[in-house]
């Protein structure tokens, strides 16, 4: 009971933060993503590199946060383009730094992994601002828009796939990976996101057409699913269960985003094809 009412509890804060950082108080919001993009790709270079290329890491997480912070200067306040470019002074030192690490030798095959938490965290994560800004103007409401879809996606896979998907017989859809998520869950998250995606819509929150207001939720939520997915490999890998802590009750800021790492670039990128961002 008291786990269930500090997981509770540390969830109803960080949906709180994210609500007002997106809706109501804009500073909040680049103070938000930067402390996410710190969390998330610290816990994953934790988990793949233990205590090596310390140096590296820090750059490589600076690079990161430059080129949200420039991305956000750039959509808000119009700041030219180039500045963009800071970000690859710490990416380049980072490389660098690699000549003057004195166990390279026996470490150099982590060091990749590097670039792996700037691709796979970094760079979408620092994205953010063309989601957000419309025209100049903060607005939200699209991103909001994603979370929730990937929230509800995920509890109904969760209520569903528990309820049906652990029974005898029932497929596993990655039992390798994942043993308890099922082919069930991923349906119900489907048909859930679908349904959340349409009343969105009409409340007027999400501004698209019928159809591709389905599409959108269904890409979501398959999209969100390969995001979990891609992140259990890499704990099952290294034997982790969480990425971390920070969020008690909850695991780490990665176990929390790992969805939305994979749900939002591939949702933006099908907004972007048809012009409806």
Known sequence: MNNLVKRTFFGALFVAVLVISLLFYTPLFPAVAIIAIYFMMSEFYGISMGDSY??????????????????????????????????????????????FDRNREEQLHQFPYVFTGLLYIGIPSA????????????????????????????????????????????????????????????????????????????LGKLELPLVHSLVFGAIVSAAGVCGDLFESVWKRYFHVKDSGNVIPGHGGMLDRFDSSLFAIPIGSAYLAIFNLM
């Open 54 to 99: 310390m140096l590296a890491r820090k750059l490589a997480i600076l690079s990161a946060e430059l080129l949200f912070a420039v991305m956000f200067a750039v959509c808000q306040y119009n700041v030219p383009a180039g500045w963009l470019c800071l970000s690859a002074f710490p990416f380049f030192a980072a490389m660098i730094s690699v000549l």
């Open 127 to 202: 994205l953010l601002p063309l989601i957000v800004f419309r025209n100049g103007e903060f607005d939200g409401w699209l991103l909001l828009c994603f979370f929730i879809i990937i929230w509800i996606s995920d509890t109904g896979a969760y209520c569903l796939g528990t309820l049906f998907g652990q029974k005898p017989g029932s497929k596993k859809l990655a039992p390798s990976i994942s043993p308890k998520k099922s082919w069930w869950g991923v349906w119900s998250g489907l048909a859930f996101a679908m349904g959340a995606a349409v009343c969105l819509r009409a």
